[in-house]
T-cell receptor, first 114, second 117 residues
Framework: GNSVTQMEGPVTLSEEAFLTINCTYT??????LFWYVQYPGEGLQLLLK?????DKGSNKGFEATYRKETTSFHLEKGSVQVSDSAVYFC?????????????FGQGTTLQVKP | GAVVSQHPSRVICKSGTSVKIECRSL??????MFWYRQFPKQSLMLMAT?????????EQGVEKDKFLINHASLTLSTLTVTSAHPEDSSFYIC?????????????FGPGTRLTVT
């Protein structure tokens, strides 16, 4: 079946530290991969995506590379800010016919301290 | 950007009563909406896929008679939790897919916290 596994949190960092949140997946077929972010009191927002192997998604200083050989899609940011504090979800879609369902990892809480 | 609202944001009800949660796409049309349930410190679990004008498709293990979904228009889907019990207490999140957008573009509502006493 299809599944996503993320590193457990919370992850606590000081401002300007380097961030890595690990994400690995199992999937039948060829998934597209996503990172979503959920700020306190808000809905999930798409942060970045990659639709095929070796693609790099990037947005707001965050990056993730679709690694088919290691079935991974790790999220990185070179210098985090307090405003990056949120819950981050790794997810995948495998398209079947004209439908596709998002499958989420368990979420990783990031706390950035000034 | 595309906005999805949910109402109410929080609701407390007594065991045995029913609760309706609304999900609206405010500035786009959504032929497909999704309902998720999120437990504390756990992932989102897809409950059902709602297609405008047709019956919802429920995930395995989700009781369709307990969680009634109606998607009567291109901007509104409702989830009714019938005969609610304390174990139904959870955070319910909806998302909507823009009918003219990419297959992966789902816009999420802020969620509804249901507490059954």
């Amino acid at each position: 079946g299809n599944s996503v596994t993320q590193m457990e949190g919370p992850v606590t960092l000081s401002e300007e530290a380097f961030l890595t949140i690990n994400c690995t997946y199992t999937a039948t077929g060829y998934p597209s991969l996503f990172w979503y972010v959920q700020y306190p009191g808000e809905g999930l927002q798409l942060l970045l995506k990659a639709t095929k192997a070796d693609d790099k998604g990037s947005n707001k200083g965050f990056e993730a590379t679709y690694r088919k050989e290691t079935t991974s899609f790790h999220l990185e940011k070179g210098s985090v800010q307090v405003s990056d504090s949120a819950v981050y979800f790794c997810a995948l879609i495998v398209i079947s016919g004209n439908t596709g369902k998002l499958i989420f990892g368990q979420g990783t809480t990031l706390q950035v301290k000034p | 950007g595309a906005v999805v609202s949910q109402h109410p944001s929080r609701v407390i009800c007594k065991s045995g009563t029913s609760v309706k949660i609304e999900c609206r796409s405010l500035d786009f049309q959504a032929t497909t909406m999704f309902w998720y349930r999120q437990f504390p410190k756990q992932s989102l679990m897809l409950m059902a896929t709602s297609n405008e004008g047709s019956k919802a498709t429920y995930e395995q293990g989700v009781e369709k008679d307990k969680f009634l979904i109606n998607h009567a228009s291109l901007t509104l889907s409702t989830l009714t939790v019938t005969s609610a019990h304390p174990e139904d207490s959870s955070f319910y999140i909806c998302s909507a897919r823009d009918r003219f957008g990419q297959y992966y573009e789902q816009y999420f509502g802020p969620g509804t916290r249901l507490t059954v006493t």
